[in-house]
């Protein structure tokens, strides 16, 4: 009998890490003397690599020193205000007595993800925690296959709060489910031009489609 998964992204998705992720990009920013984006103009760029993210939020800046701060700083401080989302742990429980395997399919690092979803108690109710290590980030479907492949499973959904997640899980040929919860990276209309199958304001209505 195949076995089935469900791909899910990390952050805006199963848990809201995003003050801690915009406070580390601030932080980095600020470390190197060049002006601090506000909060809302980083939003939109989380999800892709640290080295575009910089690229594109301090030009004037030297992007692989910005990303070697960050990864310094951000660990320190990754679980200030990082927490599960409030559905989270019900639909990954429900889910699993279905029978389906459960995977993270992240832009995070294997080891940065790992390590998020043992501190905030979510590594019991997943089965892979797969990052994207050496190989093309979201909106390549790269660390979709590679989880699958772990799993020796079949894919059926990619969930996801950007449209990164949506593109890369409709190139892995699974069915796509953006969440756009009020906390969500991209915004409702971003979410819905990427077409996914469907756009919700929380996992739950995912029970009733698997």
Do not use: N
Not at 4 to 15: H, K, N
Request: glycine share 8%; proline share 7%; net charge negative.
């Amino acid at each position: 009998m195949t076995r089935r998964a469900i791909c899910f992204d990390l952050d805006g998705t199963l848990v809201d890490s995003l003050p801690d992720i915009i406070g580390g990009f601030r932080a980095a920013i600020a470390e190197h003397g060049l002006p601090v984006p506000e909060a809302d103009e980083l939003r939109p760029w989380i999800g892709l690599p640290l080295l575009d993210m910089f690229a594109a939020l301090a030009p004037d800046g030297d992007a692989s020193a910005l990303t070697a701060a960050y990864k310094r700083i951000y660990p320190r401080r990754f679980t200030l205000h990082t927490r599960p989302f409030g559905d989270t742990v019900r639909v990954l429980e429900e889910l699993r007595s279905r029978g389906y395997l459960l995977a993270v399919t992240t832009t995070k690092h294997s080891p940065m993800a790992r390590d998020l979803v043992t501190a905030l108690g979510l590594a019991d109710h997943l089965d892979l925690v797969q990052g994207t290590d050496g190989f093309p980030a979201k909106p390549a479907p790269d660390v979709i296959h590679r989880a699958l492949a772990a799993l020796e499973a079949e894919g059926t959904w990619m969930v996801g709060d950007t449209t990164h997640d949506i593109e890369a899980g409709r190139a892995a040929g699974l069915r796509t489910y953006a969440v756009c919860r009020p906390e969500a990276t991209h915004d409702r209309e971003t979410l819905a031009a990427a077409t996914p199958d469907h756009l919700e304001e929380s996992l739950l209505p995912l029970l009733d489609l698997v």
